[in-house]
């Protein structure tokens, strides 16, 4: 949602870039989008749509390997499944096989190329340097080195494979991308289109492209995506240029020359693929005296890992599955949608599978999808291994050891830890891989303990009626739910049953909870198999149940803590997420308190203090501290209420500047913010007249606050909207329907007012 500013600085069109680029996400990050921003989404998808209508089905999305792993450093079985796996996720978004696969990091040996071009991958994208030779397929069979990426980037290049299999390799234009990247070419959009188009090409044919990371338009450079999106305008409306993509391309301009590749290279490191496994000199946030010697153990550490894993993976699967990796590169489509497992089951296993035995096979699989996670780049990328990237693949080397264990003997997390003890943290009082892995990985866990001691714990407050309940890939089925309140204390216990998706697995478990003060907060589980349910309600009853009764509140503590069996959390060791919302309410809890103990003070004293003014008295310093805290909380309360009301805010803002206070910016523009696209939603749903004329006047509102608001999502569904209803509408009101009328009217402000050109959104909607 790129901006095109008219000569006033207004907003005269709003472009998704992704129509006329070529670009790639990864299955991981687009997934994420799906659930979590599903506007964005819906755009890259239909971006791809559009482009594959303009050039003759080519569409501009590429595809990649899973999880962004540097293919030459694993083995071949991993590749083989990377780039199934991406492409299946390709397919499933996209609503078509993939013409061309972006390689993580360009990291390229020639075994992955070969298995792309086995999948049907038709070309692929790499940096000039990593071009080493070339010949003419007509030619005499005479090879040209390359020299320093010079390569001629405007063509594509032929790698050809025994038996003839292939696979087109694009270079991009180093130096442009080098100068957009690092440069000040997104500093102007007419810049960077003179740059791409004063490429020389022979015969006018050629292909001018550049590759650079999505984050350079707009977190690197802002408004970078401006900068694109004007330069794309003008290149459009350029008639000796045309804008296309690799596909097309390829379908018109076939190869004539085949190229040699420079194997166990990247875009990301001069000295190859070292960036992930040794200590190379390339890094990014480093300090001086730090070293990056830590990859290689951590390196180590993964390979030794995953070797027992497919030890344990092919040991257990015999006699379950037909072909265990053929399985493996199927799983796939049960990870997009949990119900294909019978359609799976079906195809892959020996022979029907009981519930148990189907719980074992997912285990298994879920097991190697973790083995490939914890491979995901950027693990290594950065300077020290405490960083959260490399916390975050050790989490998933965790789980896999977590799932290898309920179902072999075999201990692999020893070892597994010696090997990251070599690896040491640049930060000393950090210590070895091993003590990150104790201190910051394992404390992370999540398994279906923990996910019950977090259901106990939401039982007790405002889930006070949840029976049912999903946390991430768990969902938790309550029953025989006890529950105890005296006003300031709550007691509660049952039963619940936790299964995960994932692998179907199912616990029940027993837990009690307890809140003393609504801050205190203790809850104790069992697992049922392994309980004496009868002794447990007699123990329950005689240490917690009758103190509570009598208000002995210590003792219900301490008989908590003495209860035999099962597991204890406190606050601090349940999912943080449920933390942050328990400490959230204890904060707004304690505000309104706050908040209300003010108001009362100042308006009983009112006179008191206005007469100090007067008097030029200074305010005594917890009184005005009082006033800094309910002023701002005051224009906050007023700024969520249902509908602002003018008066409020200005007579809020009045009173700050009477006392010379101030607020934090960023937590009112955040909450303006919210509140407009929360009413943007709202305007959507329901775009008549009065919900418009109700928007129109909260953002006027909203205005007299003296802090710029990021207005970004409110415009960009203003402008749908317009898109969508303006065409129609309008047509009434050229009929002379009053509402109609009304509405263009209002439609019209409101645009002015989100710094829109009107005229000109509307011409370039007519078109």
Request: a neutral charge.
């Amino acid at each position: 949602a790129a901006r095109v500013l008219g000569r006033e600085g207004r907003i005269i069109r709003i472009l998704n870039n992704y129509r006329w680029i070529s670009f790639n996400f990864g299955p991981t990050l687009i997934s994420w989008l799906e659930k979590h921003s599903p506007g964005v989404y819906r755009s890259i998808v239909e971006a791809d749509t559009f482009s594959a209508r303009r050039h003759g089905g080519h569409g501009n999305a590429i595809a990649q390997p899973y999880n962004h792993m540097i293919m030459p450093l694993a083995n071949r079985r991993d590749k083989a499944t990377q780039i199934k796996w991406g492409k299946r996720d390709f397919k499933k978004r996209f609503g078509r096989r993939p013409e061309g696969m972006w390689l993580p990091e360009t990291a390229v040996d020639m075994e992955t190329l070969q298995i792309m071009a086995d999948e049907g991958i038709k070309f692929t994208v790499l940096a000039p340097h990593q071009a080493g030779r070339v010949r003419k397929k007509s030619g005499d069979g005479r090879w040209e080195d390359i020299d320093n990426g010079s390569i001629d980037s405007t063509r594509p290049y032929l790698v050809r494979f025994s038996p003839g299999s292939k696979i087109a390799v694009f270079f991009y234009n180093g130096k442009i991308s080098h100068d957009i990247a690092f440069g000040d070419l997104l500093n102007n959009g007419a810049t960077l289109t003179a740059r791409l188009t004063d490429v020389p090409v022979d015969d006018g044919s050629g292909l001018i492209h550049i590759a650079t990371d999505g984050e350079t338009y707009g977190h690197h450079h802002k408004f970078g995506d401006m900068a694109l999106a004007y330069a794309v305008e003008l290149m459009e409306n350029n008639p000796g240029v045309v804008l296309s993509n690799y596909g097309e391309f390829l379908s018109k301009h076939p190869p004539e020359y085949e190229v040699e590749i420079l194997e166990n290279t990247s875009w990301s490191c001069i000295h190859g693929i070292e960036r992930w496994r040794s200590d190379c000199g390339c890094t990014t946030n480093s300090e001086p005296g730090w070293n990056q010697a830590w990859r290689t153990p951590l390196r180590n550490a993964l390979d030794w890992l995953r070797d027992q894993l497919i030890e344990i993976y092919e040991d257990h699967s015999e006699g379950l599955l037909k072909d265990p990796w053929s399985a493996r590169d199927d799983y796939f489509d049960v990870i997009l949608e949990r119900k294909n497992k019978a359609v799976f089951i079906k195809k892959h296993a020996l022979s029907p599978l009981s519930g148990e035995k189907q719980i074992k096979l997912f285990t298994l699989l879920e097991i190697q999808r973790n083995a490939m996670l914890m491979y995901t780049s950027c693990g290594w990328f950065f300077a020290d291994i405490s960083r959260i990237e490399t916390v975050q693949i050790l989490k998933y080397a965790a789980r896999a050891i977590d799932l290898a264990g309920s179902i072999s003997d075999r201990d692999i997390e020893t070892p597994f830890i010696e090997i990251l003890s070599e690896a040491r943290s640049n930060m000393k009082e950090l210590g070895t891989g091993a003590d990150i892995y104790r201190n910051l990985v394992l404390p992370s866990k999540v398994d279906a303990i923990k996910i019950a001691a977090t259901f106990a714990v939401s039982s007790l407050d405002y889930d006070r009626s949840a029976v049912r309940k999903r946390i991430g890939c768990f969902l938790i089925k309550g029953s025989e739910q006890m529950r105890l309140d005296n006003g300031e204390d709550l007691l509660t216990s049952g039963k619940m049953e936790v299964r995960t998706d994932i692998t179907g697995e199912k616990e029940r478990i027993s837990y009690i909870a307890f809140c003393s003060g609504k801050t205190d907060y203790l809850s104790r589980v069992w697992k049922d198999g392994k309980l004496d349910a009868s002794a447990l309600k007699k123990e329950m009853d005689a240490l917690i149940t009758k103190p509570f009764n009598e208000g002995d509140i210590q003792k219900v503590i301490r008989g908590l803590k003495e209860l035999k069996g099962g597991q204890l959390f406190t606050l601090g060791e349940i999912l943080k997420d449920r933390q942050e919302e328990i400490i959230a309410r204890w904060s707004r809890r304690w505000s309104d308190e706050i908040n209300e103990m003010i108001r009362g003070f100042l308006e009983k004293n009112r006179r008191c203090i206005d007469l100090m003014e007067e008097l030029h008295f200074t305010l005594p310093q917890n009184l005005r501290a009082a006033i800094e805290i309910y002023l701002p909380g005051l224009l906050l309360s007023e700024i969520g209420s249902d509908m602002p009301k003018e008066e409020r805010i200005t007579g809020v803002l009045s009173e700050m500047k009477r006392w010379g206070v101030t607020f934090e910016k960023k937590e009112v523009e955040i909450a303006v913010r919210r509140r407009l696209e929360e009413s943007m939603n709202v305007l959507i749903e329901n775009p008549g007249i009065k919900a418009v004329k109700r928007f129109t006047r909260m953002l006027t509102i909203f205005r007299r606050i003296p802090v710029g608001v990021n207005l970004w999502t409110v415009q960009n569904s203003y402008f749908e909207m317009v898109r969508s209803h303006y065409p129609h509408i309008s047509e009434l009101s050229e009929k002379a329907d009053p509402d109609a009328m009304a509405w263009v009217e209002e439609i019209r402000r409101l645009g002015e007012l989100l710094n829109f050109g009107f005229e000109e959104i509307i011409a370039g909607n007519e078109q």
